[in-house]
């Protein structure tokens, strides 16, 4: 196992051990999760359901981010006991955990294959390296009757790729620094 501090220069996966090595570090790879037992896969990292909006508009993709517009997208709480009843259909969900790619890492997420199981599925871009926040995905909820989630399930995994070579440039784009609440000071978020 190579340690956080060393570089191979050579792309691939990482695995359980390195994948704690660099979360137990100066700079930790995620934070704000629910439970590093649970959630540390030999692949990759599960993340955890935060939040989740149903959309309430159209959107807009243009040739520049100038012409981009972003639809509307309006909360739906949780039950008293953290559970949401989703009809069939797409909606934005926010994770818990902050990502912190280094220029040397990318990242893929892919859906758990119990959210697969009972209907549902994500779907989520490339994390760029240098990329930090706690991001958005798409949930697509394709189950006739529906599916019940509950607040802080784990629904993707987050495999972690090394670059060939760190970018000189990492992500720098309207995402950057999504979803992060505004510390204060003496203010601990969880870990």
Do not use: K
């Not at 902050?98 to 994390?127: D, E, Q, Y």
């Amino acid at each position: 196992m190579s340690g956080a501090s060393e570089y191979s220069g050579v792309g691939g996966a990482l695995g359980r051990e390195e994948l704690l090595v660099r979360i137990q570090g100066t700079a930790p790879l995620i934070s704000g999760f629910v439970s590093l037992e649970d959630q540390l896969q030999p692949n990759g990292f599960d993340l955890s359901l935060a939040e989740v909006g149903q959309f309430a508009g159209g959107g807009a993709i243009g040739r520049s981010n100038a012409n981009r517009t972003l639809p509307e997208v309006q909360p739906i709480p949780f039950d008293g006991s953290g559970w949401l009843d989703l009809r069939p259909g797409p909606y934005q969900i926010i994770f818990n955990e902050t990502v912190a790619l280094p220029n040397s890492l990318m990242a893929l997420g892919r859906p758990r294959s119990s959210l697969c199981r009972a209907g549902a599925t994500i779907v989520t871009a490339v994390w760029d390296a240098g990329y930090r926040g706690r991001s958005t995905a798409l949930l697509l909820v394709e189950n006739l009757a529906g599916i019940r989630i509950e607040r802080d399930a784990r629904l993707m995994q987050l495999v972690f790729l090394t670059l060939n070579e760190p970018t000189i440039r990492g992500y720098d784009g309207a995402y950057q620094g999504e979803n992060l609440p505004v510390e204060r000071p003496g203010q601990s978020r969880r870990a």
